[in-house]
Every structure is written in C-alpha cells, then in structure tokens.
C-alpha cells in the first residue's frame, strides 16, 4: 500500500474496485455512494465525509475512523506542502530585515528557512507574516506612491511588533486630566540618560492609563513613532527611535501625546516624514520650549554654540533640541554644530 501520508483516500477505493473487478456503477449501487460522488473520490478531487466513511466501513468491513484517519492525514500531508510554500514566500518577504531580529531577538540568521520563518513569526504574534502585506491592517492609508507600498510589510511588521510587546504590560484606563498634569514632568526627564528616564516614563504613562513602548528602528519603515486606542480607554504610543538622535525621539514623543490628548481613535497614526501633522507637530515644539521663551531667543538672532547652550541651560532643555528646532525652522543649516551638540540614544538594552 501507498504512504498513507502521501496519497488520496480515492487511490485506495480505486485499487479496491480494480481487484474486486467491479466498475464503479456496481459499488454505487452495492455500497449507497452514488457514481458521481466515487467518480470525485477516484478522480481524487473529492474528500471522505463522514457519511461516505460509514458507508465504506460497512462495505469493506473496516472502522470509520479507518477511512476519515486516510483522509486526515492526506489533508494534513498537502497542508504540510502548502505550508513549505508560504515558508519560502514569507522568507523572502522578511529576509531583507533578519539582521533586525538577529540582533534584537535573538533569531539565528544560520538556521534553515524554515527555523528563521517560524521563530519570526512566533515574534511577532503571526500566523504567516504575509499576512503583514494588506494595506488595510492597522491603519487606512490615504496614498500609497510606490516606494510606500514596497514598504508596506515592514511598516506593518514593526506595528505588530509594538502592538504584541504592548499586550505584556497592564491596561488602565486612560485620566486624561492626570495626563496633561503629567507632561511637565515627562519633559523634565529629558536631561536624563535613556536608561535612568525610561523606567520614569513608562511609570508615568502606565499610571494615567497608556502604554508606552520603545522599539529598535526597522529599516524600511519609515516610522518615528505611532499611537494607537487599543480599546476605548487606553491608548499606545509607540517610539521607534529612527536615527537615534535625542531631539528626535523627544519632539516623536510629544507629537505622539498630542495625538493621544486629542483622542484620534478613528486610526493608527503613524508620524514619519510623509505624514505629519502640523497641530502635532507644534503641540510637541510648545511642549519642549515655551513659545514666549522661544520668541524672545529668536529675536536675539543669536544661534551660535555658545548662545544654545546658555539658552538650554536656563530652560532645561538638551541643546540638540534647541539645535533640531532651530534647523527645522531653517533658522541655522542642518550641518551646524551638529557633531558639537547632537546627543543619540541606544534602546536595544530594552530588547
């Protein structure tokens, strides 16, 4: 006989019939199966129901379970074929990104395909990371130009990545009164090494009802940060910290606390460069430096080291902020003092 594993339940009635010399008109008629169903079986585009196994059983002398048990295991063996397939696809989909999870977790780029697919995917909370390619599955995007939709998975596989960390920390609901009280103290931290202030900030958050997640930077992404209500009454917010550099990852910070302020559930938000919002935007540039302060150091038209560094003394602030605002107001070119004064973080002692 046949591998079990390997052939249609069809084959065996086929082989059966052929021995008994009896053509399949007769068996129909013998057995109750009608033609056009044992015409499927044989042909092997059918599948052995319940009813049909009854019937076969009582026929040929055997168990149900000896028919559905064939049936089962020819599934599970084309299923064992497709799942091969998707490995490959779902290979070449995150090839391009397995030094991420090599360095962040701990994925063995030397593995077979199949141990690299499967370990990512039980990283991410996936099934098949092909799955990570609609365009439709965490957030509605307006356009999509080509590079966009090239880079779609990887935005999409960074999402689910903050979205799975978030399920292992509690959900309280969100004050947003103790939130607003809160953003004071959360600026003050900025002063701090990330390892001293992001202990303080997720307690912060954790205890006005959001969840605040800090991600490595995935290649391709082109995510900053991104807010997301993952149900009514609590929000996340999640930093990728692209490019590392400090005024980046506070201004993404506050950008994404002004979307949670403002309560835009309808979608995830995503801030990177193609996408930002100016009422954000502001909001976190407000939120860093006050605007009186801002205006009076403007007026002095004095931007030099010196002049930044007296300025983000006085204010509490990281001259790399004052450096990153001033450049983005084209106040001073993105070349100037930045080698002096730019500050950048490294959150994998996270991972």
């Not at 039980?122 to 939709?149: A, P, Q």
């Not at 995510?223 to 506070?250: C, E, M, Q, V």
């Amino acid at each position: 006989m046949p591998n079990t594993k390997k052939f249609h339940p069809g084959v065996f009635i086929k082989d059966s019939l052929e021995s008994l010399n009896m053509s399949s008109k007769e068996f129909s008629a013998r057995s109750g199966i009608s033609e056009r169903t044992l015409s499927s079986l044989i042909n092997q585009t059918g599948n052995i129901t319940f009813d049909i196994a009854y019937n076969l059983s009582k026929y040929f002398g055997t168990s149900i379970n000896f028919w559905t048990n064939l049936q089962n295991q020819f599934d599970l063996y084309k299923k064992e074929v497709d799942e091969m397939s998707t490995i490959d696809y779902d290979y070449k989909l995150v090839k391009p990104v397995i030094d991420y999870f090599e360095k962040y977790y701990a994925v063995e780029k030397n593995s077979s395909h199949e141990e690299i697919v499967n370990q990512i995917r039980k990283i991410v909370g996936v099934n098949y990371l092909s799955s990570l390619e609609r365009d439709n599955l965490y957030v509605s995007y307006k356009s999509l130009n080509h590079e966009d939709k090239q880079n779609l998975f990887f935005k999409n596989l960074w999402i689910s990545l903050a979205l799975k960390e978030a399920r292992n920390y509690p959900h309280l609901p969100y004050d947003q009164k103790k939130f607003k009280n809160s953003l004071k103290d959360i600026r003050n931290l900025n002063l701090n090494e990330p390892k001293t202030f992001y202990p303080k900030l997720k307690k912060i958050f954790e205890e006005c009802g959001i969840t605040l997640v800090f991600l490595p930077y995935l290649s391709k992404t082109n995510i900053y940060g991104i807010t997301k209500w993952i149900t009514s009454d609590h929000p996340l917010i999640a930093i990728s910290n692209r490019n590392g550099r400090a005024d980046s990852f506070w201004f993404t910070l506050f950008h994404e606390c002004s979307h949670v302020l403002m309560q835009h559930r309808r979608e995830m938000l995503i801030n990177d460069e193609k996408n930002i919002e100016d009422e954000a935007n502001q909001f976190a540039c407000d939120q860093l430096i006050e605007k009186e302060e801002w205006a009076i150091f403007k007026k002095t038209s004095q931007f030099d080291e010196k002049s930044i560094l007296k300025f983000s003394r006085r204010n509490g602030i990281l001259p790399c902020i004052v450096l990153g605002r001033l450049q983005k107001e084209g106040l001073v070119s993105y070349a100037s003092m930045t080698k002096q004064l730019q500050v950048y973080y490294d959150f994998s002692f996270l991972i």
